[in-house]
């Protein structure tokens, strides 16, 4: 049983975790993964490393409340356990040797964005991190980001917080001025991953993305994760679990990657409305 030592509320859907799993956070890397199980009867979900402490022997996690496995996460306390919490999976970001970066960061994954920033500025980088939410209400991690960057843009679809506008604008305009960056960075919803690559393309300036599809076992047995890439004029398969999650963004197949996470939307969405009523009949 792993406990929960801090859980705090980002914004009403978003949650920071602090777990105690001291041999994970021994070897825990920025870009790496966990894989947890609440309870024994629940399902395996993966959770990016937002965050370790080697001494206290704490691993951070940062989940939005989209389905039924987080909702039932959302529902411990502090002090609790959860029952399985497996890692670190997956390959690091590679941040060695890298002079300047930005860092593009979308709605929940700034969790995911925001170890490699402060890794990379740990490493003497200058960063500079661009963040992105659909509104006010759903920002998250200002402050943490403003601590590990250079420059910070702070980006809102709807204008209520910092500049009105989608993570590609204050992007478009850096390299429009020149910005020699050794690397573009982003994490976030496939689709502005897709459009922030699609940036960048014309500047050949490397483009790293974070991708998490669908996931059970997180060692490459099961085949859930396979991506297409398209490198050198073939489609070449590759699994996110261990050969991610980081990928070229130039060579990511980002639409067959939106349609296959798609696939389970109708069954998570009805779990997730199933969990939530279980939880108002025993009023919690």
């Known amino acids: 049983m792993y406990k929960i030592v801090k859980k705090e509320e980002l914004n009403p859907t978003v949650t920071r975790m602090e777990i105690e799993a001291p041999f994970v956070a021994a070897k825990a890397e920025a870009g790496q993964f ?34 039924a496995t987080t909702a039932k996460l959302n529902q411990k306390k502090e002090g609790e ?54 509104s006010k209400d759903l920002l998250i991690l200002e402050k943490d980001f403003a601590q590990v960057s250079k420059r ?4 809102t679809d709807d204008g209520s917080y910092g500049e009105k506008g989608n993570v590609c604008m204050p992007l478009s305009r850096l390299l429009a001025e020149g910005e020699a960056f050794d690397e573009v960075i982003t994490i976030g919803p496939l689709i502005m991953m897709k459009f922030v690559t699609e940036t960048v393309r014309p500047t050949g300036i490397p483009c790293t993305v974070s991708m998490n599809p669908i996931m059970i076992d997180g060692t490459g047995m099961c085949g859930g994760c396979r991506l297409t890439l398209l490198r050198e004029g073939k489609r070449v398969t590759e699994f996110a679990c261990v050969d991610g999650p980081d990928f070229n963004g130039y060579e990511v197949d980002f639409d067959e ?7 389970y939307r109708d069954f998570e969405r009805h779990a997730y409305e199933a969990t939530c009523n279980l939880f108002a009949k025993e009023g919690k």
């Open 34 to 67: 966990i894989i947890l199980r609440v309870d024994e009867e629940g399902e395996r979900i993966p959770l990016t490393v937002a965050g370790y402490d080697r001494e206290k022997g704490t691993v951070t996690i940062i989940f939005q409340i989209v389905g």
């Open 81 to 134: 356990t959860i029952c399985d919490f497996v890692g670190p999976l997956g390959k690091k970001t590679e941040t060695e040797g890298r002079k300047k970066v930005c860092i593009v960061g979308g709605g929940v994954g700034c969790a995911i964005a925001l170890p490699v920033a402060k890794k990379l500025w740990e490493q003497g980088c200058e960063v500079t991190s661009i963040i992105g939410f659909r």
């Open 152 to 155: 910070l843009f702070v980006m």
């Open 257 to 263: 990657a939106m349609m296959r996470g798609s696939t």
